[in-house]
């Protein structure tokens, strides 16, 4: 009869919505744990199309830092200290963090959304960084906290590998070369390759290194980063860097 029909086509109609909630939510979580691991651009694109995701940018740049002497520094405080302390140090501004390792820190601009201030962007990460070092340890702590810093610029292949657990890597000889430099280089010193300083002199100090031997490569031209110009008025995260 028509009170059986209208029952039906409620409890139909309740359990389409329940449905459509309970997609919703799983929708949404799916959403954010891709957040979490992904750059925003690339999470849109996997929701959308599930295939490989690779990519090729021409222009982009790549910074690697590494704690000095993190071993016995790590030691010496508590297990919440010292991930505190990578929190605070490893904390990006505007640009895109792809991946930690342990206590060295590997992060990009340019990629995967392009941008034509790419080397500028870290170049000021850098400098924050540098800066942010020397006031992160608590106080009373008997140990200097110092940082070798490398940046490299130029091309770079881009992609998504796994099919469970997804992880945004980079690839290419700019990678290497910015992983080059942070090995290659000094405590408190941001060395870069002569890709970068072409893109930074005109608005940062730089100073000459010469040639510096790098594993797989040869002799290869440095520069050390020290600094904004006076006249150049240089933002991170719309903050202005200080020379």
Request: negative net charge; contains cysteine.
């Amino acid at each position: 009869d028509v009170l059986n029909i209208v029952v039906v086509s409620a409890v139909a109609m309740l359990l389409l919505v329940t449905f459509a909630r309970g997609r919703d939510a799983a929708q949404a979580r799916v959403e954010a744990l891709l957040l979490n691991v992904l750059p925003a651009d690339i999470a849109q694109r996997l929701q959308s199309d599930p295939n490989s995701i690779a990519d090729h940018f021409d222009d982009a740049s790549i910074l690697f830092a590494d704690v000095v002497d993190f071993t016995p520094l790590a030691n010496r405080l508590d297990a919440r200290e010292v991930v505190g302390l990578l929190d605070r140090l490893f904390t990006s501004y505007d640009v895109e963090k792809i991946k930690t390792i342990g206590d060295c820190y590997m992060v990009a601009a340019g990629v995967p959304r392009q941008r034509p201030d790419h080397a500028h962007a870290l170049a000021g990460l850098a400098l924050e960084m540098r800066e942010c070092a020397k006031n992160c340890l608590p106080e009373g702590t008997e140990h200097d906290l110092r940082l070798r810093i490398g940046i490299s610029s130029g091309p770079v292949v881009a992609g998504v590998i796994g099919r469970r657990r997804f992880l945004y890597d980079l690839w290419g000889d700019t990678v290497n070369m910015a992983s080059r430099m942070e090995s290659h280089g000094t405590p408190d010193a941001i060395q870069i390759t002569r890709s970068t300083w072409e893109l930074l002199r005109d608005d940062f100090v730089v100073e000459p290194l010469g040639l510096v031997d790098v594993k797989g490569k040869g002799a290869v031209e440095t520069w050390r980063l020290v600094g904004p110009r006076r006249e150049s008025r240089v933002t991170v995260d719309d903050r202005v860097v200080s020379g």
